[in-house]
């Protein structure tokens, strides 16, 4: 019975980091959309350019932001993921 619980405690674990891999992979690539944003604000907003700028800095704060927080949930794994996928890399040799 405690052999099961260890087993049950472990698959969880694993669970719980694949789950975190995958949000912090997500929240990475999200954060990259900030470029679209910036196309967008710049070309269809109707305001002036002291809001446009302002709304830039925002978006700007919110990507990095979520890309430190996807960072920190991926773990180095999920970063050097999304980078070799982004720029077509094979996979390094360990």
Request: aromatic fraction near 12%; proline fraction near 2%.
């Amino acid at each position: 019975m405690d052999m099961e619980r260890n087993e049950l405690a472990a698959e969880r674990a694993q669970t719980a980091r694949r789950t975190r891999f995958v949000i912090g992979v997500s929240l990475i690539a999200v954060s990259f959309t900030v470029y679209i944003a910036y196309f967008i604000i710049v070309l269809f907003l109707p305001f002036s350019g002291q809001t446009k700028a302002a709304a830039i800095v925002v978006a700007s704060l919110l990507s990095w932001g979520g890309f430190a927080l996807g960072i920190f949930l991926a773990g180095h794994e999920g970063y050097h993921l999304l980078k070799r996928i982004c720029f077509r890399r094979p996979a390094e040799k360990q």
